[in-house]
């Protein structure tokens, strides 16, 4: 059983360009939840995607979009990088109808801004 | 909304025990607990979903106050294989969580 699987694993960019992070859920699970963590700190919630939509949103600038496709894997997108975009993408996947909301990280994306 | 876990970083022996306290500025519906080791995802150990219910699997366990807004995890008789950092998790509604500040620990032999 395939857990979250996240692509691609390192990346670097400059300043202004735009990338794509993928990640495909854990077999069974139909939620997908993105997250970015900076070096020393915790993961900091972006937003969550069920049934194609965007059901919640953290604080983060509409730079940052996503989209999830009816296999229930999904991308998130980040246009004009910034050097405080440099950080670690987590993406989680989850079942919405569990009780437990147990979050299955994939090993994240590394992204650098230059 | 970001939980604020005590302490920040601890350093225990082999075969000590230690809290880890995360506290919030709003009602919990849940309190979630995951251990990340470094270079890793973070993993799931725990959910409380009821406010006073404690659970808790080896020898590691975690209690949820609603009322305080608080919750604790209680390493005991610590492993080096306990070593990493730990986030609590609070939710709001369905699966939406905000991760908590962490708190690092390091157990030596």
């Known amino acids: 059983d395939a857990g979250v699987t996240q692509s691609p694993t390192h990346l670097i960019k400059t300043r202004g360009q735009q990338v794509t992070l993928r990640c495909s859920p854990k077999?069974?699970?139909?939620?997908v939840s993105w997250y970015q963590q900076a070096l020393g700190q915790g993961p900091q919630f972006i937003f969550q995607?069920?049934?194609?939509?965007?059901?919640q949103r953290g604080n983060f600038p509409d730079r940052f979009s996503g989209h999830q496709f009816p296999n229930y894997s999904s991308e998130l997108n980040v246009n004009a990088l910034l050097l405080g975009d440099s950080a670690l993408y987590l993406c989680?996947?989850?079942?919405?109808?569990?009780?437990?909301?147990?979050?299955?990280f994939g090993e994240g994306s590394r992204l650098t801004v230059l | 909304q970001q939980p604020v876990q005590s302490p920040q970083a601890v350093i225990l022996r082999e075969g000590e025990d230690a809290v880890i306290n995360c506290s919030s500025s709003?009602?919990?519906?849940?309190v979630h607990w995951y251990r990340q080791k470094h270079g890793e995802a973070p993993v799931f150990l725990m959910i409380?979903?009821?406010?006073?219910e404690q659970k808790g699997h080896d020898k590691i366990s975690a209690s949820f106050n609603e009322k305080k807004q608080q919750s604790s995890l209680y390493l005991t008789a610590s492993q080096l294989s306990y070593s990493g950092t730990y986030f609590c998790?609070?939710?709001?509604?369905?699966?939406?969580?905000?991760f908590g500040t962490g708190t690092s620990l390091t157990v030596i032999p």
């Open positions: 989680a996947s989850s079942f919405l109808g569990q009780n437990t909301g147990e979050l299955f």
């Open positions: 077999s069974g699970h139909d939620t």
């Open positions: 995607y069920y049934e194609e939509e965007e059901r």
């Open positions: 709003k009602a919990l519906y849940s």
């Open positions: 409380l979903l009821k406010g006073g």
């Open positions: 998790g609070t939710g709001n509604t369905g699966n939406q969580f905000y």
